[in-house]
Each structure stands twice: as structure tokens, then as C-alpha cells.
């Protein structure tokens, strides 16, 4: 009788966490609202940090991991990043750090001290991100970053550069593999529908005769 209770505690608590429900990241991922994702790891941003900047140093300090989702801007749009904010709020207890927005732009920041987790969340340019951080960036450290890399020569930029050059590069070839199949299935449709014109016109051909 014990063996069977507790095969039953077993049971249930599997189907709990079963049951258990899917960040919002995830349920993105399933939705397929995701076009490219990059990760980056204390020691990735340090060897990119080839200039040793010490402000860039602080900031991953205390960081574990930063993940860049870059959306699909097929299947998510303007209105859905705001959406997913409140959803952060509501279903997994993050706070509203920092909002700007306006009719073009949009700039979040959200946190989670209980999971020691950051979102920043921006819309620029027709194009959406989501930056999920695990770990506690220095956010006084990362404006200083931020001012340190502007105002430094290319050179001891580069690999920032090259990083940002990759993102970018993979962005367009997206869009000219969605720009190609757009145009292959408008001339399929058009094709079909020159087919479908003359077929009509010999079937009232032969009704006539």
C-alpha cells in the first residue's frame, strides 16, 4: 500500500509539472514568431571586448547568459511587442524598468529579481528584438559602455562591428529568401490564373457550339 501512495505522489507531481505553463519566450518559439536567435556567454562577450574596455567588463560581470531574438516580421508585428510586456507582467512576475515609446519606436526594459532575469524589448526601423538576460547586468555600467564604444576608433571596435555585420548580414539574407518566394508564388498564382482564363474561354467556346 506505502509502494502504491507513493508511486501516485510520483504520478501527479509529473503531471503537475507537466501541466506547467510555457514562458512567453517559448510559446514564441512555438508559434514560430522567431526568425534568428543568437547567444552570447560571459567569455563570448569578453574575447569580443578586445580592447579590454572596463565598463564592458562590469557589465557581464554578473551576467550568465544574453539571448537576441531577432521576430519574424512576417507573423509579429509593432502591436505585439507592447502585447508581450503586459504578458511579462501579468504571467511571470517581471516589473517595468524603463518605457519609451513612440509611433515608430518602442523601448522596454522589464525585470525579474526573484528569477534574476532582464528583458529589453525595442522595435526600430520595421524591425523587433527581444534581449533576454540571465543574470544582473550593471545597468549604470552598460550607458557607460555604451558612451565608451561610440566614442572609440574602429579599430578597437571590431569585433562589436563584426558581431553586429553578422546579425545584419543573416536579417537580409532573410529577406531576400521571403522576397524570392513572394515573388515565386505571385508568379504561380498569375500563371494559374492565365490558365484558368483560357480554360474558361474554350469551355464557352464549346458551349456555343
Known sequence: ????????????????????EQSVVQELKKQ???????????????M??????????????DV?????????????????LS???????EKEGYDMYLEVVDTENQYYILGNESTDKTMML?????????????????????????????????????????????????IKRKERSREYWRNKAEKEAAEQARKDSIKMAQDSIQLLD
Request: aromatic share 12%; net charge neutral.
Open 122 to 170: 525595442t522595435s526600430s526601423g520595421g524591425r523587433h528584438y527581444i534581449v533576454e538576460i540571465d543574470g544582473k547586468p550593471d545597468y549604470f555600467q552598460l550607458a557607460m559602455a555604451w558612451k565608451d564604444i561610440n566614442s572609440m576608433d574602429s579599430t578597437s571596435t571590431v569585433a562589436f562591428s563584426a558581431l553586429k555585420d553578422m546579425v545584419v548580414g543573416d
Open 83 to 89: 502585447d508581450i510586456t503586459v504578458d511579462l507582467q
Open 32 to 46: 514560430n514568431k522567431i526568425e534568428n536567435s543568437y547567444f552570447l556567454y560571459p567569455s563570448t562577450m569578453r
Open 1 to 20: 500500500m506505502k509502494h502504491k501512495f507513493s508511486f501516485l505522489f510520483l504520478f501527479l507531481l509529473f503531471a503537475v509539472s507537466c501541466k506547467k
Open 64 to 80: 550568465k547568459k544574453v539571448s537576441v531574438l531577432n521576430m519574424n516580421i512576417d507573423s509579429f508585428d509593432y502591436q505585439q
Open 48 to 61: 569580443l571586448n578586445i580592447t579590454n574596455i572596463e565598463s564592458i567588463n562590469k557589465v557581464v560581470k
